[in-house]
């Protein structure tokens, strides 16, 4: 569902102004600080509600502005508008409507437009914390398969509980019984919806990897968080003096990890920096690849800084990928030209330049 304009005001550095995109691809330039990735950063926010950049609302408002506002206007794959407003104001919730109608969660938000981003930290997936791996598995299971959030938030707020219990000293098998079930239950369902989602992607991850001409063969080891021969009932009575020792759950959906190896071999250790950052971009396309597959929908594309993630090469396969998806693309670089030479002619784009804050379309 691409964006067909935004408006926003006191988002960063950026000033108050309307932008309209093209649906397939566009080049925002500008040097580094003007403001191009503040300008993907109020994409995303629009696509999920939050920052990739921080979380604190301070750094995200403009200097002495009372809070932010942004609003798009986006089209579906029926030709249908949807109109997203959000505005967040220092000290208060953020209010977010879509379509004349407030929500009350954000991931209401984040099944309107499937929003895939590639920016500097997206790099950590291979060589960071397991958080990175939990979020990217978790992006596609959610937009695949729909049951996921409704026992992600059960799972998650049944944990809440547990551990709230466990820090008090409390560990009466009567008290924990309650919160062990639904743990239980959704536990069960979350790590079937997982293992499913990366059993199905990987082969679709090392597809793409041939379109982009790398020989890298890859797969993908899921684990669920506790120990594949226990089931989680057991794991939570057979860890309780632990965990109560320790005021926290230590085994559980919430520690899920993924390992990926390369011909082999584990990537992190082997791989180049260069090849390592060709692999990740190859594992974010997959996502977009696969949802398209099972479902028809299109994801957004957005890829901040294309020209220093990777070399020219791989940014020509890249560009030669996306421009064939006929999905949305909005990607920034520091020079227009170390990406404007990489697309064909006839493709429908459009370029923008941002200085000081202020972004403009370029004929």
């Known amino acids: 569902m691409p964006y067909q304009t935004i408006k926003l005001s006191n988002f960063r550095n950026l000033v108050e102004q309307r932008l309209e995109f093209s649906p397939l691809i566009n080049i925002i330039d500008g040097k580094n600080g003007s403001g191009k990735s503040s300008l993907i950063e109020s ?6 509600g939050k920052s990739f950049r921080s979380s604190k609302l301070d750094s995200i408002v403009q200097h002495n502005a009372p809070g932010f506002t942004l609003f798009s206007v986006t089209e579906d794959d029926n030709s249908h508008q949807h109109r997203i407003g959000i505005t967040r104001e220092k000290n208060k919730s953020a209010l977010i409507k879509i379509d004349g109608e ?6 209401q938000l984040a099944s309107v437009t499937p929003t895939l981003l590639i920016e500097p930290e997206t790099f950590e997936l291979l060589d960071g914390g397991p958080n990175n791996r939990r979020r990217y598995m978790d992006w596609g299971v959610f937009h695949v398969e729909h049951r996921f959030s409704e026992a992600w938030r059960r799972y998650t707020k049944s944990l ?3 551990n709230t219990l466990l820090r008090r000293g409390r560990i009466d098998r009567s008290l924990l019984a309650p919160w062990d079930g639904q743990m239980i239950a959704s536990a069960a369902m979350i790590d079937q919806y997982r293992h499913d989602y990366v059993v199905s992607l990987v082969p679709v991850i090392n597809d793409i990897l041939k379109l982009l001409n790398q020989t890298i063969d890859i797969d993908i080891s ?9 089931d989680y009932q057991s794991t939570l009575n057979d860890s309780i003096e632990r965990d109560a020792r320790s005021g926290f759950t230590h085994q559980g959906p919430h520690r899920a990890d993924i390992r990926i190896k390369a011909n082999g071999r584990f990537a992190d250790e082997v791989l180049s920096r260069g090849q390592k950052k060709i692999l990740i971009f190859s594992m974010i396309l997959a996502q977009g690849a696969f949802l398209y597959k099972l479902s028809g929908r299109k994801s957004v594309y957005l890829i901040d800084d294309i020209s220093a993630e990777l070399d020219i090469d791989h ?4 560009c030669s990928y996306l421009e064939k998806l006929e999905s949305q693309v909005i990607l920034t670089a520091v020079d227009i030209n170390s990406v404007l030479p990489l697309f064909h ?3 429908e784009l459009r370029m923008f330049h941002v200085e000081h804050g202020k972004v403009s379309q370029v004929n």
């Open 315 to 318: 940014r020509k396969n890249v």
């Open 160 to 162: 809440k509980q547990r």
């Open 43 to 48: 994409l995303y926010y629009l696509s999920v």
């Open 345 to 347: 002619e006839d493709t």
């Open 222 to 230: 899921y684990y669920r968080g506790w120990d594949k021969k226990a």
């Open 102 to 107: 407030f929500i009350r969660s954000a991931i």
